[in-house]
């Protein structure tokens, strides 16, 4: 317990500390509701609350990684708004590789730029159209004629030139299936190349042809001027 010392010095009313407290949290709160820090590229925002005991709760809410870029031997994961938010030696997330593009900008916590900016915007439409389908894609690759492929385990879907892949990559889920079904079939674990070029609807014909030679197991380094 408190010293007789200790009684003497003690607040004999607790209303000054209960005020000095209610100026706190006053003072936190008016400090957090104006105050903006440096943005970090892996954050989408930062609450704070104060309750009236003025204890703080700080909750960050992160902008998570969407793709990579593979180059000089690492991994570059970038978020939806195209910053580069970190770097591995392996794809650790397991994100679609973006590959086949040529950047200007190619740096840590900036925004990369490619020789084609509008290329990003298919990026998105075709990551999100994957995430909406709840699959997988492995690669998206890009040829010099900016027409996509992309990559689903061993299997390589060619996509065309387009804006929005969304009907094609709603057919890929099925046609996986159909694939995996006609390889135990055979007592086989055949790679596929798919052409959906011509895809417009739901329900068009495309072409499969079964392929022999294996793919690449590491994607190639980027290119920058």
């Known amino acids: 317990g408190f010293s007789e010392r200790d009684a003497e010095r003690a607040p004999r009313d607790p209303l000054p500390r209960a005020r000095f407290r209610d100026r706190y949290s006053l003072l936190i709160k008016w400090y957090y509701k104006y105050y903006e820090a440096d943005p970090l590229p892996f954050i989408e925002k930062i609450t704070v609350e104060v309750d009236d005991a003025g204890k703080i709760q700080i909750t960050a809410y992160e902008k998570p990684p969407i793709a990579c870029i593979y180059d000089m031997g690492f991994y570059l994961y970038f978020n939806r708004d195209g910053e580069i938010i970190s770097s591995r030696a392996t794809n650790t997330e397991n994100l679609p590789v973006v590959t086949g593009l040529k ?39 890009f040829d010099a004629n900016k027409s996509v492929t992309i990559h689903v385990g061993e299997n390589r879907y060619m996509l065309g030139v387009r804006k929005v892949y969304d009907v094609q990559i709603a057919m890929i889920p099925e046609v996986e299936r159909k694939l995996r079904e006609r390889n135990e079939e055979k007592g086989k674990n055949s790679a596929y190349d798919i052409n959906m070029e011509g895809v417009m609807r739901t329900g068009d014909d495309f072409y499969a042809r079964e392929r022999t030679e294996p793919s690449e197991s590491e994607p190639k380094d980027s290119e920058t001027p």
Not at 114 to 120: A, H, I, V
Not at 125 to 137: A, C, L, P, R, T
């Open 103 to 141: 950047y200007n900008n190619l740096a840590m916590y900036q925004v990369f730029e490619t020789q084609d900016n509008s290329l990003f915007q298919v990026i998105l439409s075709i990551v999100f159209e994957m995430q909406n389908k709840g699959f997988n894609i492995d690669e998206i690759a």
